[in-house]
């Protein structure tokens, strides 16, 4: 069946939260593809032969497994979006955007994308597939912790692959249009990046070819390496100013003396906050997290920008690569925060309610209720994949605290999850990490037909296998790409025609995606027969459109 929907506008997504305050600002960076920011026609959509096909904001439901493990549970509805544009005899390209509510993901169906890029040019059709867990497509009442125990990374792989051999598509021929019928393409961004090469492992089998955007394959607890390509890549003054005033801070923060410490906290608006790690952590993680807004197409205006200016801009004149020193960064960093920063991070809001992370009643942890994508990635968090973004080691240079470390986040899993963890000894963090990256490989992925592509000034490049450090072979089998954007660039097209780097990367995987297409071909008869009985003799096969 279908549900009729409307869509408005599409504004380019900042970022999800890991654990939403009172004005919805997050807490954490979340590893998340971003939205279009071209508008979409409501109306009708035109096929190239002329056929008026539905608009791309026609929400259709898939009868998706609860269980994979245990078919007998029977099935929820799981939302997706679809267009046959530029369908001819092509491939089927499926996409998830992972942690959030697919519906503003609809851009994805279109040529504003890589997705759509792809389908134009070999004559394909798009899917967007909205993640278990996220918006409208859940197999529980709430969001309980309790309730979570099949929200796991397992799962969504799962998810993908029965899918694509189970879906009827609303198109002609969409009956026969399974993986042992036409080739699928498997694209993602970020998380849903790691997805499309977790699955590529796990489901060898299943999709065609793959595109991983920013894709943080390597699951890390303590990912203190998501703030140095900022560092790195950030106006060098700025950069030079904010690690001496977190050195300073850390310096206060540390010590004894409480008239020097109150005198810091009232720098920023915060002294009526007790804890000083959730001072340290909200003063200065959250200026670093606007990094990962920019795009190449983000102007001079984007408030990273603004905050990097209102430290280095005296009189109209710039400081020089050294900075202007740590008493002016001290005066300017506050007078930020106290006129503009606080205000729009808080909305007025009481600054403890807003930024502090120690009451267990804050709605932050209570809120159960469903399209809750902070909490649904908490779990991940909690449980799978780590990625606490905490200042570095001694000896690395800091332009976030060193003061918040993983015990910091990692108690905040125990208040959100009650009724799952008594203590922070009960968090799995650590044993899922590890399994993560025993199961799927990780940095060690070494698959067929999958493209990677990455950005230098990627907060989460140091995750994907662009990182620093990590040697692996870009081949003609698994090819990486990287030019010079931020978070997911790559799958958006307006990125390419502002950054030569970024176009050079697509029109890169433009390229292997057309000589992997010429390389399928279709079963036998035989061999789709056994493979079509196999798939009929599940417990629930179809879909309904």
């Known amino acids: 069946m279908l549900v009729a929907g409307i869509l408005g506008s599409l504004v380019l997504c900042v970022q999800v939260a890991v654990a939403l305050r009172p004005n919805g600002r997050l807490n954490r960076a979340t590893p998340i593809a971003p939205i279009p920011e071209e508008a979409l026609s409501e109306g009708p959509v035109v096929s190239r032969n002329g056929t008026q096909l539905p608009p791309y904001n026609t929400t259709y439901i898939f009868n998706q497994l609860i269980d994979h493990t245990n078919p007998s549970l029977g099935t929820f509805q799981q939302r997706y979006w679809h267009t046959y544009e530029w369908y001819e005899t092509g491939p089927v390209i499926l996409f998830t955007p992972g942690e959030a509510n697919a519906q503003p993901y609809t851009g994805y169906l279109t040529n504003a994308t890589i997705n759509g890029q792809i389908a134009q040019q070999q004559s394909g059709a798009t899917i967007v597939l909205e993640h278990r867990f996220y918006g409208l497509s859940n197999p529980v009442p709430n969001l309980s912790g309790k309730n979570l125990k099949l929200h796991t990374i397992q799962q969504a792989i799962d998810d993908l692959a029965y899918f694509a051999e189970n879906v009827v598509l609303p198109m002609p021929n969409g009956a026969h249009l399974s993986p042992t019928d036409a080739p699928w393409i498997l694209i993602g961004g970020s998380y849903s990046g790691a997805l499309t090469s977790w699955t590529l492992v796990n489901k060898p089998d299943v999709f065609w070819a793959g595109y991983a955007s920013s894709a943080v394959v390597e699951a890390i607890l303590d990912y203190w390496g998501y703030f140095e390509p900022i560092r790195q890549f950030m106006p060098a003054n700025c950069s030079a100013d904010v690690e001496a005033v977190i050195a300073h801070v850390d310096e206060v923060f540390s010590g004894n003396d ?88 808080c909305g007025g809001d009481d600054v403890v309610d807003c930024l502090g992370s120690y009451n267990p009643e804050s709605a932050v942890y209570t809120d159960i209720a469903l399209d ?113 954007g931020f978070h997911c660039s790559d799958l958006l097209t307006s990125a390419g025609t502002v950054d030569q780097t970024v176009r050079a990367v697509q029109t890169e995987a433009l390229s292997f995606m057309k000589t992997w297409l010429a390389e399928w071909e279709a079963p036998s008869k035989t061999s789709k027969r056994e493979i079509s009985e196999a798939r009929h003799s599940r417990f629930f096969k179809n879909v309904a459109v």
Not at 310 to 325: C, H, M, R, S
Not at 426 to 446: E, I, L
């Open 372 to 484: 809750n994508a902070g909490r649904s990635w908490t779990w991940i968090v909690c449980n799978e994949v780590g990625f606490l973004q905490e200042g570095p080691p001694e000896g690395v240079p800091a332009v976030v605290t060193r003061l918040v470390q993983p015990a910091y986040d990692i108690r905040q899993c125990v208040l959100m999850f009650s009724d799952v963890f008594a203590s922070s000894a009960d968090v799995p963090m650590a044993a899922g990490v590890a399994n993560v990256n025993k199961q799927y490989t990780g940095w060690n992925v070494s698959v067929d037909r999958l493209f990677f592509a990455n950005g230098q000034r990627d907060p989460w490049r140091e995750a994907t296998v662009s990182a620093d450090g990590v040697d692996v072979a870009s081949t003609n089998t698994q090819p990486i790409a990287i030019g010079d």
């Open 258 to 345: 409480a008239t020097a410490i109150q005198v810091l906290k009232d720098n920023w608006g915060l002294g009526e906050m007790t804890h000083l790690d959730d001072v340290a952590g909200c003063m200065f993680r959250n200026n670093l997290w606007d990094w990962q807004s920019l795009s190449p197409t983000s102007g001079p205006g984007a408030t990273f920008f603004q905050f990097c200016d209102a430290l280095e801009v005296k009189d109209g004149v710039n400081a020089p690569a050294t900075g202007w020193g740590l008493d002016h960064a001290l005066t300017a960093w506050g007078s930020f925060w106290n006129e503009t920063y606080l205000d729009a991070l």
